[in-house]
């Protein structure tokens, strides 16, 4: 099961080391992770993804509860969630054709096309994780010369 | 904030305002050991009414702290310096979070412009505590060293208790600032307690009434809560057997008629097998380790599982439970008697249940076969308990004395049985010995030891003859690293490898070089002399032993195995 956990947490030094050593020493996996400072700076908000059955995630969303320096966790359901996460891909350009094609690939999935240059061109890409495996593998044929991701962020919808 | 404008402010070095804020915490004593890093802390011993207990490593004084913690209830402090005192305070910081007992650390550190430098004995004590301590501060401004000491005390000893890190730079110690000791202050991501779960405590009630074979498994929680009374109020409301576990052993009198010991790898025969038979289980603050219960699938299987504890992340963590009650476990268990008492529940002697309870409980005690020599643990440790007053506290080091501890010294009064359970640290039971007694300096304290066990703290020695506490320690010597030699000799084919210690030292002439007293006892009679002898005596008294090298503990449950496997002497 794929989970996606929203955490309030304090906006201090050494934070991030805590909750990702927390899933280390518990041997919990962080599938991705993404934080930033909410529009109180006194709090930060991480979205972390992760894999594991129920009781798993159950256990997990305790024992970040458990910590002094979580003041909310949350199990967010996908589909009362919006949820996104940006990439950014280098792919290679081979043939005349290929900047044209990427161009409509980005455009089907809405994302923009930047830096195109002689032998290769970028995507960003703001979209579900799944969205982005997609067009990573309609990329392929074309040679991913590199790939950036941040990590799901997520807030639940209002009145979900 | 008000509380703040009330407090007069007051403009001192950090050093300072961590000693102030120490006495404000009523603090009398601190076990620890000076270094570069933590000097201005320690000129203020000499401006203070704390008393300074010198220990002779730091990982001792963090087992005293822990000793003292757990006998008062109120965080043990000790103190390192940085880098390598630090670390060496780690184990002991540890073992206080395995066993969930209060404690605040204090460590020097560099200045702060020089952390991150690897300046001379710099360690990042923050980041390697992290995963053993309840929290961790590190003030950057002397200012901040007043709220980190009444924080840290207020997390260290509330909700499920554990060791606090507080990790002051040096230049922090000796800067001053304009100080305030707030007696007010919010920790917006702690919530220590929860409200009472009166529903789920009366549908506890309902499913102890309606299973057949109920059980009573007590665990450490039991303890640090001292929900002794209550715990047994309900034992005989409900006429239930009590089990525990090794953490919980002595928070039920062990001499009850109700009472049949711990279970787990080295619990009591009866306990075992009653509590395989069980139906129903009332867990009370216990966290289902593996040495209690044997494979998790194999106890879950076929109980139903109530579980009451302070901690949340503790329920279903281990064990899939029926009903679950968060809470401190003495206040639930006082809503169940309450709750039992307006039924005007009240049973009696005769259920069938019982009747095999007693029945199992009286077969081992005519036929589980002991040592036969004269100086078999068994008779050794009924010795002690013979002779030792009940409100004495005993400790143990870790290793087979703590496990024939477990089997054969019952606990009368609750609450006086200390040993580092989940972490299994050797090297404990002395310095723990010696802030027991330092927290409760009017009953006699004994550390049941072995002879590996001992050996890693034994230089405590210095601390109790120079201090004047005078503890006793109770070896057990079988010559070897004992626990290790038995799974030797039951899984390795008695390839026996790095466990012959030999009668290295002489623990006598030990004890007599620190200016302790020792005593050696090869009989019985010899034996009853010198626990007379060390109860009557103001001076450390080392107790040893001699037992023989070959004696195992049994029953044993292999490791991977369940409760109902379990290996008895042949």
Known sequence: MWAILSLLVENKPGILFKITHMFRSRNFNIDS??????????????????????????????QLDKMIDTIEVKQLDEHKTVYRELSIFKIKLSNANDSMEINKLANAYGGKVHDVKKGSMMVELTATPDQIEAFQELAKPFGILDVARTGVAALQRSGA | MASDLVNKMETMTGAKALMTALEKEGVKEVFGLPGGANLPMYDEFAR???RHILTRHEQSAAHMADGFGRVSRKPGVCFATSGPGATNILTGI???QADSAPMVAVTGQVPVAMIGRDAFQESDIIGMANPVVKYAFQPRHANEVPE???????????????????????????????MTFPDEFKIRGYHPWADPDMVNVEKAIDMLLNSEKPVILAGGGAIISSAFAE???IAELLMIPVVTTFKGKGS???????????????GHAEANKIMTEADCVLAIGTRFSDRSVGTFEAFEKRLKIIHMDVDPAEIGKNQTTSVAVVGDVRASLRIMVKMLTQKAIKKTEDSIWLKHVRETKEYWKENLKLHPGEMGAAKILRKLRELLPHESIVTTEVGQHQMWASLFFDVIQPGTFFSSTGLGTMGWGFPAAIGAKVAKPTVSVVDIAGDGSFSMTENSLATAVLEDIPVIVFILNNFSLGMVAQWQRTFYGRRMIGVDQKNCPDYVKLAESYGAQGLRAQSMDELDRAIKTALGSDVATVIDIPIDPEEDVLPFVAPGTSLSDMVLPS
Do not use: W, Y
Not at chain 1, 35 to 61: A, C, H, L, W, Y
Not at chain 2, 256 to 264: A, E, V
């Open chain 2, 252 to 266: 039920f009198p062990e001499n009850h008629p109700l009472s049949l010991g711990p279970i787990g790898m080295h």
């Open chain 2, 231 to 233: 715990l047994q109020v």
């Open chain 2, 94 to 96: 540890a073992t206080a």
């Open chain 2, 48 to 50: 203070c009414n704390i």
């Open chain 1, 33 to 62: 992770i993404s934080v930033g400072v909410t529009d109180n700076p006194e709090f930060s908000r991480m979205t972390i993804t992760t894999i594991g059955d129920e009781k798993k995630v159950e256990q997990i969303v305790k």
């Open chain 2, 148 to 178: 980190a000491v009444r924080k840290g005390f207020f997390i260290a000893e509330t909700g499920r208790p554990g060791p606090v890190l507080i990790d002051i730079p040096k230049d922090v110690q000796t800067n001053e600032a304009e």
